[in-house]
């Protein structure tokens, strides 16, 4: 099947700093989109969702931007701090599909 | 809430022997799947199950067997381990709606084959 990939795969940012995650997807028929938060040691967790018919979406401290024309996603994460520190991956669905495809994930790493 | 529960954390095992890693979820959810986790390869599809009795093969099946006789219990088997089949192990269930929800991930099994 087609890809998510991520184009950073490690970040490092200084505490207070805003944080940007990127996400490239291939399948132009994508049209949900799931950032996850994997801490060291722990199963990924949900932080964000967004659909196709949005390219925006905030969260606590959090924003997802779609940009569909170039098939980029980001998460932006504000005033960053170091319980922020883990793998952040995307994954998608299309089609009502259940099945997501992830992406290889990105590593935040939060300096205080 | 219990919420997606994994037995063994932590396995060692010798080539050729075999074993199950155990999944449950309290949450009534009809979709779950084995993923594994090696480094830099993100995510990976084992096996996946829609409902009690239905499964169905991931992205990487072989060397591994899964079962659905109840909504809540999803265990995946490894027929005879293989060093290839080291990993991080991930339960995750869901709603099973289409692109309407997040998968909730279990805790991890991490297996170690000699």
């Known amino acids: 099947g087609e890809s998510v990939g991520l184009h950073l795969p490690t970040l490092s940012v200084q505490e207070g700093d805003n944080s940007i995650i990127n996400c490239a997807y291939s399948?132009?028929?994508?049209?949900?989109f799931i950032w996850y938060k994997q801490e060291s040691g722990k199963g990924p967790q949900f932080i964000i969702d967004?659909?196709?018919?949005?390219d925006k979406r905030q969260g606590q401290r959090v924003t997802v931007l779609l940009n569909k024309t170039v098939k980029h996603l980001s998460l932006q994460i504000a005033a960053t701090q170091p319980g922020d520190s883990a793998v952040y991956f995307c994954?998608?669905?299309?089609?009502?599909?259940?099945?997501?495809?992830f992406g290889r994930g990105t590593s935040l790493i939060v300096h205080p | 809430n219990a919420g997606v529960t994994q037995t063994p954390k932590f396995q060692v095992l010798k080539t050729g022997q075999s074993m199950t890693l155990q999944c449950a979820q309290d949450?009534?959810?009809?979709?779950m799947s084995w993923y594994r986790q090696d480094p830099g390869m993100g995510l990976r599809l084992i096996h996946y199950?829609?409902?009690?009795?239905?499964?169905d093969q991931g992205e990487v099946p072989n060397g591994y067997n899964v079962s659905r006789s109840t909504t809540e219990d999803f265990p995946l088997r490894l027929l005879s381990a293989a060093p290839s089949q080291t990993s991080v192990y991930f339960c995750?269930?869901?709603?099973?709606?289409?692109?309407?929800?997040?998968?909730?991930f279990g805790e991890g099994s991490r297996l170690t084959v000699l």
């Open positions: 399948n132009s028929a994508s049209d949900y």
């Open positions: 995750a269930s869901s709603t099973g709606q289409g692109g309407t929800g997040e998968l909730f």
């Open positions: 199950s829609v409902g009690a009795g239905i499964t």
């Open positions: 967004i659909r196709s018919n949005m």
């Open positions: 994954a998608e669905t299309s089609g009502g599909s259940y099945i997501p495809t």
């Open positions: 949450m009534n959810h009809e979709y």
